[in-house]
C-alpha cells in the first residue's frame, strides 16, 4: 500500500489531495485504513519520517491488531524543504550535527565537521541514514528504498560510488533489504549493469500511459522485461488517472513483476483493488 | 569528460550521448536547481557539465568529492575565467543574477537563469540596455506544462470564443513563521511570495493573455517581518479583459505549489493547474463536445531522455539547447521575463500607494 494519499497527496487533484489532508489528519482514519487493507490480504506499506507517519507508527505500536511490514522511502524530503524554509542551509546543517548526538555545536565544531566532510563525506551520508531510521527500531523494516530525487540524481551525475555504499551499508551494516526508486529505468538499470553490481531491488513506474517512464514507454518496457532484480511496480494508475482494468492488464504483460505499490484511501477503493488484484 | 568516456555508451538501448561537438555547461550554484540542471544539462544529447560553481565551501567540498570529471569552483568568475563554457546556467539568490548575467554573456556564453530575472525593473533595463548575440532564458518552468500549453492552444483556437475574464490563483503551505534564508530577506529577493511564486502567475498571465495594462493591488505580511506573505491583484489587460489573483506561501493543505487558473469565455470556462485541465463548452464546436472534458498531466505526458523532477525541467532545457543549435528565440528570454519584473515592480507600487497603476513595458 501506498502512503501519498495519507499525506494529503493526490496526484491528479489539489481539491482530492485537501479533502485527504483533512480525513487523514487523524491517525486513527490511516489506521483503519490499512487495517482493512492487512485483512483483504495486503502485505506490506510505504513509510517515510514524516510527523504523520510517526505518529501513525506510535499509534500502530499502541495497538497492533495486525501485522503488516513496513517499506521505508527516505530521506523525507518535504519535511526537509520546510526545515530549509525556516532555518537556512546552515541551520539545517547544525541540526543533523546536534540530532546525531553532539548538544552544543561550537565554531571550532563545525570547521572540524567541514574538515571531516572533506576526508569522508560517504561516513556523514550514513550518520545521516542511521538517524533517518531512528524512529523506526521497533517496527518491521522490509527494505528501505532511496527516493527517486536521489536515485535519480546520483545517476544523472554519475556519483556511483555513493549508490554502492549505500547498498552496502544498508544491508550489510542493517541487514535490511536495501532498494531504489527511480524514474528513470532504463538509465538505472544500464549504470548498474556498467558498475558489475547484482540488480539490485527497484521500485518503478509501470502504467499504460507511461507516465514518468523516461526515458519512453517502449524503452521502460524493454528494459523492465530483461532486468534480473526484483521490480515492484509503482504509479500503476497515474494517481487515478488510467482505468484499474487497463492498468492491470498491463501490468500483468510482464511476467518478471510479481509486486506492486497502490494507495487507496477508503474501503470501497480497497475492495475493488484486492479483489481484481487476487484474480 | 572522464566520467563520460569510463561509461561505454554505444551499448544497448541506452540514448547515444554525442560527446563531441556537445556544447560544455557551467552551472553557478549548487542549490535544489543548480543540482537538478547539472544532471539534466548532463544527461542529454548535445550538451555535457563541464563545471559547478558554488560559493559555500561545505557544498563546493561534497560536489569535488562526488562528482568526478568536472571542475568544482567557489568563485564563478574563475570558472568563467578558466573553463571555455559554451551556456552558463545562474541557480543563486536573485540579487546576484544581473552581474552573473553579464559576466557570463561577455564571456561569450549563451545564458540559463533561473526565475525571477533580476531583483527589479530597474535592474532589468539596465541588462537589456546592452545587446548580445548569445542567446538567454530565463526559467519560467510552467510555460513547458502540458497543461498550461493545452490551455494556450484553446485559448488560441478560440473555439470557446473570446475571454471575458479569468481569476487565478498561486498557493503553498510553506511559510507559518519567520522564515530564514535569503528568500526573506527583500535586498537579496526583491520580495516576498511575490517575486517567488508570484512572478511564476505573472509570466503565466503575460504566456496566456498577452499584455498588462493596469494593476490594482493590497499585500499583507502575516508571519514575515520584511516580506509580504499575502498579495490580491486586480489586472486590466491590453485586450480589455479583466482578471484576477491571489499569491500567497502561507495557506494550509498546499504541499505542493498550485497556479490555478480560471477563464470564463463566451461559451464556456477553462480551468487549469499543474495537475489538470478541464473545459465545459455550452454548445458542440467542430472539434469539441458539449459538456464537460478533463485531461490529467498523466494523459499530455511527453517522453523526455531524463526525469529529475518533473518533466517540464528538461523541456526547457531541451527548448534552450535546440534554440542554441538551430539559431532561434526562446520562448522566455531575458526581454520577455523582464516583463514580468516590470509588472511586480507596479503591483508594489499599488499596495504603497493604494491607486491603480499603469504598467510600462519600455526598455
Known amino acids: ?24 489528519s487523524n491517525v486513527k482514519n490511516i489506521y483503519r485504513v490499512v487495517e482493512k487493507a492487512a485483512d483483504l490480504g495486503c502485505k506490506g506499506m510505504i ?5 504523520r507517519m510517526l505518529e501513525f507508527l ?26 530549509m524554509n525556516e532555518q537556512a542551509l546552515s541551520g539545517l546543517i547544525l541540526e543533523i550535527i546536534k540530532r546525531g548526538g553532539i548538544k552544543t555545536v561550537s565554531s571550532s565544531l563545525m570547521k572540524n565537521f567541514i574538515n571531516y566532510l572533506k576526508k569522508d563525506y560517504i561516513s556523514i551520508a550514513v550518520s545521516f541514514l542511521q538517524f533517518e531510521l531512528k524512529p523506526f527500531r521497533d517496527v518491521n523494516i522490509k527494505s528501505i528504498f532511496l527516493q527517486n530525487v536521489f536515485t535519480d540524481l546520483l545517476l544523472s551525475l554519475q556519483i556511483y560510488p555513493a549508490l554502492e555504499e549505500y547498498l552496502t551499508f544498508v544491508d550489510e551494516e542493517m541487514g535490511i ?20 553490481i547484482k540488480p539490485p531491488t527497484v521500485m518503478t513506474p509501470v502504467n499504460p500511459g507511461g507516465y514518468d517512464m523516461s526515458p519512453s514507454r517502449s524503452a521502460v518496457e524493454k528494459a523492465l522485461k530483461e532486468y534480473k532484480g526484483e521490480i515492484i511496480a509503482m504509479n500503476i494508475l497515474g494517481g487515478g488517472a ?5 492498468s492491470y492488464q498491463y501490468l500483468k504483460s510482464f511476467d518478471n513483476i510479481k509486486r506492486c505499490v497502490v494507495g487507496a484511501s477508503s474501503d470501497e477503493h480497497l475492495k475493488e483493488l484486492i479483489k481484481l488484484f487476487r484474480q | 569528460m572522464g566520467k563520460i568516456m569510463d561509461i561505454n555508451l554505444e551499448k544497448s538501448s541506452f540514448p547515444e550521448k554525442k560527446i563531441t561537438g556537445a556544447l560544455k555547461v557551467g552551472v553557478i550554484g549548487a542549490g535544489k536547481m543548480g543540482l537538478l540542471h547539472s544532471g539534466i544539462f548532463n544527461n542529454l544529447n548535445g550538451s555535457v557539465l563541464s563545471a559547478i560553481s558554488e560559493k559555500k565551501k561545505i557544498i563546493s567540498e561534497v560536489i569535488k568529492q562526488c562528482v568526478s570529471g568536472i571542475e568544482v569552483y567557489q568563485n564563478y568568475q574563475e570558472m568563467l575565467e578558466n573553463e571555455r563554457l559554451d551556456i552558463v546556467v545562474i541557480t543563486t539568490p536573485v540579487f546576484l543574477h544581473k552581474k552573473m548575467i553579464e559576466d557570463a ?70 511559510v507559518f513563521r519567520q522564515g530564514k534564508g535569503w528568500f526573506y530577506d527583500p535586498e537579496k529577493s526583491g520580495g516576498g511570495v511575490l517575486m517567488d511564486l508570484g512572478s511564476h502567475a505573472i509570466d503565466m498571465i503575460h504566456y496566456l493573455f498577452g499584455g498588462i495594462k493596469q494593476v490594482r493591488a493590497s499585500g499583507r505580511s502575516i508571519y514575515s517581518k520584511e516580506v509580504e506573505d499575502y498579495v490580491s491583484v486586480d489586472l486590466l489587460m491590453n485586450s480589455g479583459v479583466i482578471g484576477s ?77 535546440n534554440c542554441i543549435n538551430n539559431n532561434q528565440k526562446p520562448l522566455c528570454d531575458l526581454h520577455e521575463a523582464a516583463k514580468t519584473n516590470f509588472v511586480i515592480d507596479k503591483i508594489y507600487s499599488s499596495i ?10 519600455e526598455i
Open chain 2, 352 to 361: 504603497k500607494t493604494n491607486a491603480t497603476e499603469e504598467i510600462n513595458y
Open chain 1, 242 to 246: 488510467f482505468s484499474l482494468y487497463s
Open chain 1, 58 to 83: 506510535r499509534y500502530y505500536k499502541e495497538n497492533e491488531t495486525f501485522e503488516i511490514d513496513f517499506y521505508l522511502q527516505i530521506p523525507c524530503l518535504n519535511v526537509y524543504i520546510q526545515k
Open chain 1, 1 to 24: 500500500m501506498g502512503h501519498n494519499q495519507f499525506l494529503g497527496t493526490s496526484h491528479i487533484s489539489d481539491e482530492r489531495g485537501i479533502e485527504r489532508e483533512k480525513k487523514f
Open chain 1, 177 to 196: 533489504k536495501p532498494g531504489f526508486i527511480t524514474l528513470n529505468f532504463e538509465l538505472f538499470k544500464k549504470s548498474f549493469e556498467e558498475l558489475g
Open chain 2, 245 to 321: 489573483l491571489e499569491v500567497s506561501w502561507s495557506v494550509k493543505d498546499y504541499r505542493l505549489p498550485e497556479l490555478y487558473i480560471e477563464i470564463h469565455l463566451d461559451y464556456g470556462k477553462i480551468i487549469t493547474t499543474e495537475k489538470y485541465i478541464k473545459f465545459f463548452l455550452e454548445k458542440d464546436t467542430p472539434s469539441l463536445k458539449k459538456g464537460e472534458t478533463c485531461y490529467y498531466k498523466q494523459h499530455l505526458t511527453k517522453d523526455v531522455p531524463i526525469n529529475l523532477a518533473g518533466p517540464e525541467y528538461t523541456l526547457e532545457d531541451l527548448h534552450f539547447l
Open chain 1, 47 to 51: 513509510i517515510e519520517t514524516h510527523p
Open chain 2, 105 to 174: 554573456l561577455n564571456h561569450n556564453a549563451h545564458v540559463f537563469v533561473e526565475k525571477p530575472l533580476a531583483i527589479n525593473g530597474q535592474e532589468c533595463r539596465s541588462l537589456l540596455s546592452k545587446s548580445y548575440k548569445n542567446k538567454t532564458m530565463v526559467g519560467y518552468c510552467r510555460r513547458f506544462m502540458d497543461t498550461y500549453k493545452t490551455a494556450k492552444k484553446l485559448i488560441e483556437e478560440k473555439e470557446l470564443g473570446s475571454i471575458n475574464d479569468f481569476t487565478a490563483h498561486i498557493f503553498v503551505a510553506q
